[in-house]
């Protein structure tokens, strides 16, 4: 068991196996030895350790998670030892030669995009591209100029850039912008460079200073006039920079707050609704019957609306989280672990979702009936009448609709399921004596779960003195779940018998004769002579009598019959006949009988 040890390397803290942090500190020492008489040793080490905290924070997966070994040598693999990066100064004289082949040879892929605010005159976005693409920054400033007087996208395109690429601040940061790989040679060579051009300018002043006063006094003017301008107009655009990056935070913690508000009132809305939905299942809160009577999957409700929660709730979670990254910038990050736990969590709660589903529609796969078939003592010329009945332990005004159930108690106090779904319908028979089939239907995955939910359907009749009492409604128990439980009371009644339905009838009647049915719901409250395949009303009134015939010119309604033809037109009505042909008028009516000829 190893010790660990706390350090702050560049300002980062991390924590460090007691063999590892040794190894370490030796290397450090290491390094400053070697660089005991070089110019610039402070900024070199300074750099050196950002580069190695840096490696570590790319290797750490969070913040207590222990820097070992392995990760050290990785890091010093990508360093370097201290004496394969002696240099001798000579090699620094020659170095800037050599620099622009260098950078040329650099792919574009080892280097990585940063502003060059040390060469710039606005925002160092030039000189970035122009380190990245191994060009000359001249040529991507006139690109500039070309997009904004030509197609004038070039200003939005700089300020976006600006915004979004960083700078490159660290001597790290300046050699990754040229694609130079970031080990101890570089970073020595970068900071001694800045040096000798330091004092190469330095010496240049006093050189002109001592040949000429009046000269060096025009070369320093010309020269504080050019960096002058430099700084003025660098000053300038840092400055509308600035402002619009503080309108661009303003923008996005306004974003952060909405993402925060929108996800909270999410979570709190699925919390509410899974210990409402959820936990009143589990202990079988009143109220939810219904909900478990529709459930023909028999999966349980709590189940249902723990997945839903996560489904639709780890989504807003990190939305919310996002508004919280946005609003605080130092915000502790949940970990990979965390993430994708929500992630997998997420996933199984879609997959289980979609299986639920599917489970609960192949519940309606299967549409299969049970008919119980009884004779009634009616025969030809019999008179039968009909009407519907209803129970005063189920709602009386309960609207009828074809897919509607509802959850009641019968006369021993046991629950029910009740519907209205019920239709009636009449067909002729040759046979002596009437029929009444009951056909009861209903759904489920298999045939054989079909079939019995639908003989479990309780529905029942009376015949009493000639009058058939049908119930109004269909039972069965809850266990069976409502699984689009419907009933069909087809009557056969005898030719030449008659049939009277009562107004109460007239809601489970078809609006048409459909299918063979005879019976409509306008023959309601009307004695019905069935016919063959048909029925005529004994009492209609002569106003309700109608005859359609499919001869085309005839027309015959309850005001009097006309035809209609090519050669001519006859119609008679109550005022008389009027007959038209292209020779010959005729009208009869009550001042005699007018003939006209063209002849």
Known sequence: MNKTVNINLAGIFFHIDEDAYLKLQRYLEAIKRSFTDSQGRSEIIADIEARIAELFSERVENDKQVIRIKEVDEVISIMGQPEDYLVDDEIFEDEP??????????STSNRKLFRDTD???????????????????????????????????????????????????????????TGEPVNISNIEKKIKDSLENVTETVSDVAKNVSESVSSAAKSIDVKKGANSIKSS?????????????????????????????????????????LFSVGVADIIH?????????????NTPIWLISLLAFFVVGIPFFFLFYLGLKILINNLKSIGNIAKFT??????????????????????????????????????????????????????????????SFKLAHDDDGNKTIYSSDVDIRVKSTTDSVATIAIEKSADGRSYEIARERAKNINYNFDFRNNTLLLDSYLTTNPENKFS??????????????????????????????????????????HYMKILFDEAECLDCPEDDFNVNVDTP????????????SEDGSLKIDGKGLKAKSEDVKVNIDSNGIEIKSDN
């Not at 809160?285 to 999957?297: E, H, K, Q, S, T």
């Not at 289980?352 to 003592?377: C, H, M, N, W």
């Not at 109460?504 to 719901?521: A, D, M, Q, V």
């Not at 005839?554 to 209609?564: Q, Y």
């Open 97 to 106: 030669n050599a620099s622009y082949s260098k950078k040329s040879s650099s």
């Open 285 to 297: 809160v009143p109220g939810l019957d219904l909900v478990d009577i529709a459930n023909a999957g």
């Open 119 to 177: 060469n710039s005159y606005v925002g160092g976005v030039s000189s970035g591209l122009a380190h990245y693409f191994g060009i000359d920054a001249i040529w991507i400033r006139l690109a500039w100029i070309l997009l904004i007087f030509g197609a004038g996208t070039g200003i939005l395109l700089y300020i976006l850039l600006w915004i979004l690429v960083p700078e490159a601040k660290t001597t790290a940061e300046k050699i990754m912008m």
């Open 342 to 403: 929500l992630l997998g969590i997420w996933l199984i709660s879609i997959i289980s979702l979609i299986i639920v589903g599917i489970r609960q529609a192949s519940e309606y796969a299967f549409d299969e009936s049970y008919i119980e078939k009884t004779e009634l003592p009616i025969m030809a010329n019999d008179t039968l009448n009909i009407r519907m009945v209803g129970n005063d332990n189920f709602n009386p005004n309960f609207y009828r609709n074809n897919h």
């Open 484 to 525: 689009d439980q419907e009933v069909d009371v087809v009557l056969y009644l005898p030719e030449n018998s008659v049939v009277y339905f009562n107004s109460s009838t007239k809601p489970f009647l078809y609006y048409r004769n459909y299918e063979g049915n005879i019976i409509s719901r306008e023959n309601t409250n």
């Open 233 to 273: 107009s660098r000053t300038f655009f840092d400055t509308i920079g600035d402002i619009i990056m503080f309108f661009f935070k303003v923008f996005a913690k306004f974003i952060g707050i909405i993402l925060i508000i929108v996800g909270a009132s999410a979570l709190i809305g699925l919390i509410i609704g």
């Open 553 to 564: 010119g005839l027309k015959i309604n309850k005001e009097g019959v006309e035809v209609k």
